[in-house]
């Protein structure tokens, strides 16, 4: 009888078009399965917390996978940190119940986007650098208003196929690191296809007082992509916490 197992793990995006398996181009998924078959010696399939963008990077992205094979947990854990490549990091191993699965028993996802007001070449792979001035408090005030709405259509990539466009955002602000570096944190149930970059991208316009509050307001409800902002970097876009 097969057991079903999780996976906690972070990776760096940079070199992978994201998390889920491309026909044209290497992600972290086809990775993590080619390891684990190598491992486990049999095809091997794992489903995700979620789907990570293009050069998007995790902390802690959640996955599982069955298996009839007799496993032990550390030691899978250990090896498949011997043969993945050096920027994915497997976290844990743990045998769960049947019933849990990565992406629907998830209750919630929270995100991180860097960035960083001066020139630092020390942040700039995972920071996007922003050379004009923010209004970090208007910017925080247009945050609060996304957690009293549910419908996120306006910051939906077009022409993807999902069936609602509703999320329950419970909490989106700016936290200040130091005096040149920020970033913002957003946390929802679920999260639709390069929502947060836009979102991010809108909350810029706010903060350089290009967009104000009732434009805004304007903006999500219109559930149109083109009255958004434009779609951040993904360099600077990590997937922090899955909650379950």
Partial sequence: MSKRYFIFLGYDGKNYH????????????AELQKALSILLRQPIEVVGAGRTDAGVHAVDMAAHFDTDLPIDCDQLCYKLNRLLPCDISVRTVSEVSPDMHARFSAKARTYYYYIHTWKDPFVRQHSCFIHYQLDFDLMNEAGRMLTTYSDFGAFCKTHTDVKTTLCQVSRAEWERIDDHHYRFVITANRFLRNMVRAVVGTLID???????????????????????????????????????
């Fill in 18 to 29: 994201g998390w889920q398996v491309q026909p044209n181009g290497n992600s972290v998924q």
């Fill in 206 to 244: 706010v903060g350089r007082h290009r967009v104000s509050l009732d434009q805004l307001r304007e903006i999500i409800e219109s559930g149109k992509r083109t009255e958004a902002g434009e779609s951040m970097p993904a360099h600077a876009l990590f997937l922090q916490k899955v909650e379950y």
